[in-house]
């Protein structure tokens, strides 16, 4: 196969597949099985390692999946914050201490999965499918940011592009099959995962409990009224 | 005033026996499947005792319940609403397994395969989880029976607060003493669980006021296990579900008694519907603790006021329920007589299920080695009881003894006057004297009687008709419904990937 086949293969055909299965299979699954949309949390079967594993990792994820939206989002006044080195640095910085917060906190999940015997029971082979792609992606993320500094700055001339075309079905694969390898697999990694998504316990994070702050406190249901 | 109608509970724990028919009643029906195994909707405790989860009453423990905060204003204890979001990830007040117990089995196919050997093949314990061997570390009765036992009943939350001299009274031999107290979901008025959950998964029914959890929408942010102050909602760890007592709602639609009512072999269950102003929640959930008792009693509205029927009827409840609730045992127990009381009011939830506090057994008088059943101190007075009057008003009266004293005195009062009047070894102007010190008339005292000792089936369960049936073929097909046998929705609860 050559490059520019594979590069077609990775870059346009997996993401526009893995994308139309995120969207499908998630509403799919909401409206088909909303039963199985939980946490599955497992801290009622484990609490004394739980709060040190699952507390750094989703604070972790969190901020470095939202920095990533920050950066495809606002591009421009991205580079125009990290004109000038010193609020580059403090950015780069906080962004690999969240990155390295995430893999600290993911091992941890694992560890503890492996090792507490009642938490392995509810641990579904899908679950170390996904726990493995997530090691790996923020690994390569990780090393990324050590081997190509300054990935805030050129994720927004060149990823930020690349990703817009693939949103605006004009496909433009130019910057990112220059890219070296370790990048190339974070981002086919991401892909995959996107495409994963809807299968995993990660659907919980589509049912965040976003109303609770603004309703009251006292929940009344009748029947036949609204 | 805004009516609602209430169906609501009396455990008469003077007529307990400890059997333990209701937790296997509920048990069977409800929660014999993978991830339930533990939960006991309904359980039995001896107390005083440590109960289930283990001390579940020790709120500096498991922070459940509502509290003031500085300004006066009611928060959940647990996780309130600007705490619930960092602390989604991780519950920090979360019981685990290890507050209940971990379920177990045996292994009987050992006693099949095992092969030949010197010994017999014993079944072993093996976890319900894992499948593993287990250590049995605790079970949901574990201190069954232990009244008087230092590592179980010296460990009762609600013995802070006596002498230590009350404390060795209780441990001395002759005065050794256990009771039993039954507990199902409260179905209060003021859920903690249900404020708690961050998707409102938890919900009242406005017909009913039985408090559900909606499987469909729960996600697992188990707020609600750490909001119940009872410990009564469970988190499933299979399904990744909540689930609660849901007082067979299925069975009260069809007119029957819930499980555990309806098995019970002592009789000690009454359910009834009462009428309440939900207007005067808030305030009344707000009141200081002294006032809790009277405060959720004042809530509570006479079905017999013409003013309250026509109320009721405008807010849309049916006649036929007004009716029920003119008949409620329920209403006779709580506000006819005050002798059934809320279990710990101070956690401000309003529970919905009240307890006539249990009289202690009888001590005989010894003089000189000899037991002594002079015909004045036949009955011993409430406050020579082998239970300390303190402990029961930390149970059933938020620590103030005067709500208690007065329902066990109107129990002590029906014991004379019965006495007089079966066995005719007290006169009558005891019997008067006792009924009027406890603000009894002898009706009363005689309604007390045959609602305690001789009441049919038909006078504990006044079950009012739900008419579930109208309300449903307004929405969906009724067909539908019954194939769905009262659960919303067919399938099983298959776990998410």
């Not at chain 2, 705490?83 to 507050?99: A, C, E, G, K, Q």
């Not at chain 2, 949901?140 to 013995?159: F, K, T």
């Not at chain 2, 102003?277 to 509205?301: F, Y």
């Amino acid at each position: 196969m050559s490059q520019h086949v594979l590069d077609q293969f990775m870059f346009v055909a997996l993401p526009y597949v893995c994308l139309f299965t995120f969207f499908l299979m998630t509403i799919y699954r909401y409206r088909m099985q909303s039963f199985s949309y939980s946490s599955l949390s497992s801290q009622f079967l484990e609490n004394k390692h739980h709060f040190w594993a699952v507390v750094p990792f989703h604070y972790g994820i969190l901020v470095v999946t939202a920095g990533h939206f920050v950066a495809f989002l606002i591009p421009r006044t991205l580079l125009a914050w990290n004109s000038h080195p010193l609020r580059l640095y403090v950015l780069e910085i906080t962004a690999l201490a969240f990155g390295l917060l995430t893999f600290i906190g993911l091992t941890g999940v694992i560890v503890r999965r492996l090792s507490s015997s009642k938490v392995r029971i509810v641990t579904s082979p899908t679950d170390w499918i996904l726990f493995a792609m997530l090691l790996i992606q923020t690994g390569s993320g990780i090393s990324n940011a050590l081997v190509y500094p300054w990935g805030s700055s050129w994720f927004a001339t060149s990823m930020a592009p690349y990703l817009w075309s693939i949103l605006k079905l004009s496909p433009d694969v130019t910057f990112v099959t220059a890219m070296p390898w370790m990048i190339k697999l974070h981002v086919v990694l991401a892909f995959l995962t996107i495409g994963f998504f809807p299968f995993t316990r990660l659907v919980h994070v589509l049912v965040i409990p976003n109303p609770y702050l603004w309703r009251k406190p006292q929940v009344v249901r009748w029947y036949g009224r609204k | 005033m805004n009516i609602r109608s209430q169906v609501s509970m009396v455990f008469h724990l003077d007529k307990c026996i400890g059997c333990h028919t209701c937790s296997i009643a509920c048990k069977n029906v409800w929660t014999d499947r993978k991830g339930a195994e533990y939960m006991w909707w309904n359980n039995v405790e001896t107390k005083p005792g440590t109960g289930y989860p283990t001390q579940w009453e020790d709120q500096d423990k498991y922070r459940g319940g509502w509290e003031k905060n500085s300004q006066d204003k009611l928060v959940i204890k647990s996780t309130g609403k600007a705490r619930v979001v960092p602390n989604i990830f991780h519950n920090p007040h979360m019981p685990s397994m290890d507050d209940y117990y971990e379920p177990w089995t045996y292994d009987y196919q050992n006693l099949f395969n095992a092969p030949e050997g010197a010994d017999q093949p014993i079944a072993k314990a093996i976890s319900m989880i894992t499948g593993e061997d287990i250590d049995i570390q605790a079970g949901p009765n574990w201190d069954d029976d232990l009244g008087g036992s230092e590592i179980y009943a010296a460990n009762d939350p609600n013995l802070a607060g006596l002498t230590e001299q009350q404390r060795l009274q209780l441990n001395s031999v002759e005065r050794l003493v256990f009771y039993y107290l039954p507990r199902i979901c409260n179905h209060c008025l003021n859920p903690c669980c249900v404020a708690s959950c961050p998707s409102g998964a938890l919900y009242k029914r406005g017909e009913d006021g039985i408090v559900l959890i909606d499987q469909k929408r729960c996600r697992a942010w188990r707020s609600c296990v750490a909001a119940c102050p009872y410990k009564k909602t469970y988190f499933n760890w299979f399904t990744g579900k909540s689930e609660k007592c849901i007082l067979c709602f299925p069975r009260l639609e069809t007119g029957q008694a819930p499980a555990c009512f309806h098995s019970c072999v002592g009789r000690i269950r009454y359910l009834g519907v009462l009428l309440y102003d939900a207007d005067r929640l808030e305030e009344v959930a707000n009141m200081p603790d002294n006032q809790l008792v009277e405060g959720q009693r004042s809530l509570i509205l006479n079905p017999h006021d013409p003013e309250v029927i026509r109320g009721a009827q405008s807010a849309g409840i049916p006649d036929s329920v007004i009716e029920s609730a003119q008949q409620s045992p329920v209403y006779k127990f709580v506000m006819d007589w005050k002798i059934a009381l809320p279990p710990h009011i101070e956690y401000r939830t309003l529970p919905m299920l009240f307890y006539v506090p249990p009289m202690s057994p009888v001590i005989a008088n010894f003089e000189d080695g000899l037991a002594n059943h002079s015909m004045d101190s036949l009955f011993h007075g409430i406050d020579q009881s082998r239970v300390p009057m303190q402990y029961f008003a930390n149970l059933f009266g938020a620590g103030h003894e005067g709500v208690v004293r007065y329902a066990m005195g109107k129990q002590l009062a029906v014991r004379w006057h019965r006495r007089a009047e079966t066995v005719g070894d007290v006169d009558r102007a005891t019997a008067d004297r006792y009924l009027h010190e406890a603000d009894l008339t002898v009706e009363d005292a005689e309604a007390i009687y045959r609602l305690t000792s001789l009441c049919t089936f038909e006078d504990r369960f006044v079950i009012p008709p739900m008419h579930r049936e109208q309300a449903i073929e307004m929405i969906k097909d009724p067909y539908e419904v019954k194939a769905e046998t009262g659960f919303g929705f067919v399938g099983g609860p298959q776990r998410g990937l």
